[in-house]
């Protein structure tokens, strides 16, 4: 089996190694970035099954605009928020997973096995629709799928309608 690739993103350098020889011993390929801006520039020029990225590095938006990046790529990686403040939109944000710092090595690698194994899943579902017919052939997008409801409106009776 091929080493899976994780691009671990992480402005504090003792996080970033830990993090790193943690998953390294555990099987996976790891690239690190320090900086939102150094993440974006591996993220156009290699592929990864997945990105882990620290939300506040050089700024508090940081971790969204590696999310978006990753986001973005063709290759449609999974993507896990690794924060020590944890937020609410997290998914909004376009992440899979929210990885809540400190945590246990075994809980952390079963959580990435675990997003992994679900991600790929939910990749070859839509590659097989894709080729299985036109008509439902969508590319994966790497967002989150919502179902937005239509807001519901009152019927505003004849008299209300002439006292406006």
Do not use: C, N
């Not at 970035?33 to 590095?57: C, G």
């Not at 052939?137 to 799928?145: D, F």
């Amino acid at each position: 089996m091929p080493k899976r690739r994780v691009l671990l993103v992480d402005d504090e350098v003792a996080i970033l190694l830990t993090m790193k020889a943690v998953l390294e011993i555990s099987g996976f390929d790891v690239d690190t970035a320090a900086s939102a801006h150094e993440a974006k520039s591996k993220i156009k020029l290699h592929e990864y099954q997945m990105v882990i990225t620290d939300m506040r590095m050089e700024s508090d938006a940081s971790g969204r605009e590696v999310i978006q990046a990753a986001r973005s790529a063709p290759y449609h990686p999974a993507v896990a928020l690794l924060t020590a403040y944890p937020e609410d939109d997290w998914a909004d944000m376009g992440a899979d997973k929210m990885l809540v710092k400190p945590m246990q090595t075994a809980a952390l690698l079963r959580q990435i096995e675990r997003l992994l194994d679900t991600h790929s899943a939910k990749l070859l579902r839509l590659s097989t629709a894709a080729a299985g017919s036109p008509a439902r052939a969508r590319k994966p997008t790497g967002k989150r799928l919502s179902v937005t409801r239509p807001p519901v409106r009152k019927k505003v009776s004849a008299k209300k309608k002439k006292k406006r």
